[in-house]
């Protein structure tokens, strides 16, 4: 059966059949090689189904990635209602997006203002606000009722689906971006291929995304808060987002490691559910042990979210 199912730790009754999912084993995301071990196995927290995955690593390129999986016909199962990246925020709010992530985004380089595309762009806090500040904005995202409110209540221009996507022409955009969406799409090669093809020549690329090779996966293990299985299926880390964007057409601009301690102490309250809870996970579940820790992550290159700008190779 693929997929893995632990009675003993399961924070709730499961509420979906592993029967009534298909699954599929994908050849590695990276480099298509089919050697894999598994790295760690954790339940569905943020969906609530009650289901284990297992997240396994190429042992040949590195890539980690769910596997099995749902397949993507199967996935909208595991986003529930109240899934938070796609509720809008209120206005005041909107400084802040996707559990608090979305902070020191609005300084996008660009010498005035242009066309912008925002891929899994989920509550639209952040169209809105490049919009307010003059940009022509797209967004695409893989939920229809995310896309229908978007369109309907905040009249954005939201396209259902994902990329390629038959509405967008090559180089019509200056600046693509992708917060916290790469980790949740089955082939995010071609994905990035076609962000290349989409933008002009001398467009940016900004994509976040969690990073696996972490302080805090190295803690937190199955409990880190940024595993969010089944939904994130593809686990970074900087070496492998690197070298998937060079074998999309990007060449790499800057890596920055983002301060995160609010994932820290979310991690931590996960942790601290289970009776092999250390004193490390207690301490962490405060503001100050958090945030001490989120800036020793960050200044030492192991931050548990990154993001990076890359812009295409010119032929
Ligand atoms: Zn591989």
């Not at 169209?127 to 307010?132: G, V």
């Not at 019509?172 to 020549?201: C, G, K, N, Q």
Request: glycine share 8%; proline share 7%; charged share 20%.
């Amino acid at each position: 059966m693929p997929f893995v199912l632990k009675d003993s730790l399961v924070p709730s009754a499961p509420t979906i059949s592993p029967h009534d999912i298909r699954w599929e084993e994908p050849d590695c995301l990276l480099c298509g090689q089919r050697r894999w071990q598994t790295l760690v196995e954790a339940p569905d927290i943020q969906g609530g189904t009650g289901l284990w995955f297992a997240v396994v690593q190429c042992l040949e390129c590195g890539l980690c990635f769910t596997n099995p999986r749902p397949t993507a016909s199967c996935l909208e199962l595991f986003y529930p209602a109240d899934y938070k990246p796609h509720q809008s925020k209120p206005a005041k709010g909107r400084r802040t997006g996707l559990f608090g992530l979305r902070r020191n985004r609005t300084g996008i380089a660009w010498n005035g203002l242009g066309r912008l595309l925002d891929f899994g762009c989920g509550g639209g806090d952040f169209l809105c606000r490049m919009r307010d500040e003059g940009w022509q904005v797209t967004g695409v995202d893989a939920s229809l009722s995310t896309v229908r409110r978007l369109t309907r209540e905040l009249g954005l221009h939201v396209l259902h689906g994902t990329l390629p996507h038959p509405d967008l022409q090559p180089h019509s955009f200056d600046v693509i971006t992708m917060w916290h969406s790469l980790e949740h799409v089955p082939d995010p090669r071609s994905v990035l291929r076609e962000a290349r093809r989409l933008l002009t020549p001398h467009g940016r690329l900004y994509v976040a995304v969690p990073n696996i090779d972490s302080l805090a996966f190295r803690i937190f293990g199955p409990h880190w808060f940024a595993l969010d299985l089944p939904r994130h299926l593809v686990h970074f880390s900087p070496l492998t987002l690197q070298f998937l964007l060079e074998q999309a057409g990007f060449r790499i601009i800057s890596l920055r490691m983002q301060r995160r301690s609010a994932w820290i102490r979310h991690s931590a309250r996960l942790a601290c559910r289970y009776p092999e809870a250390t004193w490390r996970h207690r301490l962490l579940r405060g503001r100050l042990g958090s945030r001490v820790a989120a800036f020793y992550s960050c200044l030492s290159g192991q931050s548990d979210c990154m993001t990076i700008v890359a812009q295409p190779w010119l032929d």
